[in-house]
């Protein structure tokens, strides 16, 4: 839905009609595409992100709970972000190249070889500033009103899935929503390829060459072309 060179046969409104309309043309697995990817850039990254997320928290709170720190709980996320997108950035790039429409790339691997052939590594991160300019508002946002829901609904930190449940939810949600319109910006750099479709086997051949260098470059794009309301694609499956 966020990128600018979606699937050439049909506009996808809402996430359900892009999903179905993903296995109508592709198959039940299509949508998994890129699975193994991001499996494998997520172990390694969330487990330097809370590992580091804990440290920090540990030396600016001195291990003290408290509504009172939760600009602590924030820096620690800050930090522990731009270790996390350092290692996820590549993985995000392979994953979301091979859920493109008509994908030509066969595998992960494939997608990793091809991209690093063609375009070097640089296209690896190529994004990377764009997903900090993201993620470090959303973690920020999310751990400081994740704590404070906490401290809201358990103030004595007792063993309660509930309230985890109910402040991740509150807290992620309004996190998604207000960082979106870093996350158009940051798929359009991702999936910027030129498209050329092959009308033998409706697959897409991806160029070498890119368009947008920059996050300026990719925000004046989305605006000229869809306005405003293209910041705001892929809100609702965010949320």
Not at 104 to 123: H, K, M
Not at 146 to 153: A, K, R
Not at 187 to 209: G, H, K, M, Y
Request: proline letters at 5%; a positive charge.
């Amino acid at each position: 839905m966020q990128s600018l060179c979606p699937c050439p046969e049909t506009k996808c409104p809402t996430p359900v009609h892009s999903l179905m309309s993903i296995v109508r043309r592709e198959g039940w697995l299509r949508p998994l595409r890129g699975v193994n990817a991001v499996a494998a850039g997520s172990m390694p990254a969330h487990a330097l992100y809370f590992t580091i997320y804990e440290k920090m928290k540990g030396f600016l709170t001195g291990n003290m709970a408290g509504h009172e720190h939760t600009l602590a709980y924030g820096a620690s996320g800050v930090v522990a972000t731009l270790v996390h997108d350092a290692v996820m950035n590549p993985a995000e790039v392979v994953k979301q190249r091979m859920q493109m429409a008509f994908s030509p790339y066969g595998s992960s691997l494939e997608c990793i070889r091809c991209v690093y052939n063609r375009e070097g590594l640089a296209a690896f991160y190529r994004s990377y500033t764009t997903q900090l300019a993201m993620n470090v508002p959303f973690q920020a946002i999310h751990f400081m009103g994740y704590e404070f829901w906490q401290h809201v609904l358990n103030p004595e930190h007792k063993y309660d899935p509930k309230s985890h449940l109910i402040a991740g939810g509150l807290a992620g949600g309004l996190a998604a929503a207000l960082t979106t319109p870093m996350d158009c910006v940051k798929t359009v750099l991702n999936t910027q390829q030129a498209a050329e479709a092959d009308p033998s086997n409706r697959r897409i051949f991806l160029q070498a060459r890119y368009r947008y260098r920059g996050i300026s470059d990719a925000v004046r794009t989305i605006y000229s072309q869809r306005g405003l309301a293209g910041f705001s694609c892929g809100l609702q499956a965010r949320v």
